[in-house]
């Protein structure tokens, strides 16, 4: 198994430190968070796979806020030219967007909808 990066054991703490036994995080920490990955953007492949373990084990009041913060990352690099945050979670949003939407309640449902509203100007062009 390759080493984790000292940057995405920093996230992971950042991470688990700004839920704590919250269920989700406020807007000002998740937008910390996010600029945090993109000033970290050559590891956004780890960050990335982290997201998705995260997202995995999380409860599914957690996940909506995985989901913003995978939308706000998404919406600070969408102007690079190399697209690596956009590319990499293209790979796993789309599973994760369906898994909130048929296993969430209704307000897991209206988030899902919004952020397929914001995101769908990813779906048109970016490989899965």
């Not at 989700?24 to 600029?35: E, P, T």
């Not at 953007?41 to 909506?64: G, H, L, S």
Request: hydrophobic share 40%.
């Amino acid at each position: 198994m390759p080493r984790k990066s000292p940057c995405l054991v920093l996230l992971l703490l950042v991470y688990r430190v700004s839920f704590g036994r919250k269920v989700g995080i406020s807007s000002s920490r998740r937008k910390a968070l996010s600029h945090w990955c993109v000033f970290h953007r050559r590891y956004c492949q780890q960050v990335v796979k982290t997201w998705d373990c995260e997202f995995r084990t999380a409860p599914c009041e957690r996940r909506i806020s995985l989901l913003y913060l995978a939308n706000d990352i998404m919406q600070n690099t969408r102007k690079e030219t190399n697209g690596g945050y956009i590319t990499e979670f293209m790979r796993v949003i789309p599973d994760a967007l369906n898994e909130v939407f048929n296993n969430g309640d209704g307000p897991g449902r209206v988030a899902v909808k919004r952020l397929i509203r914001l995101l769908s100007v990813y779906w048109n062009g970016v490989p899965a």
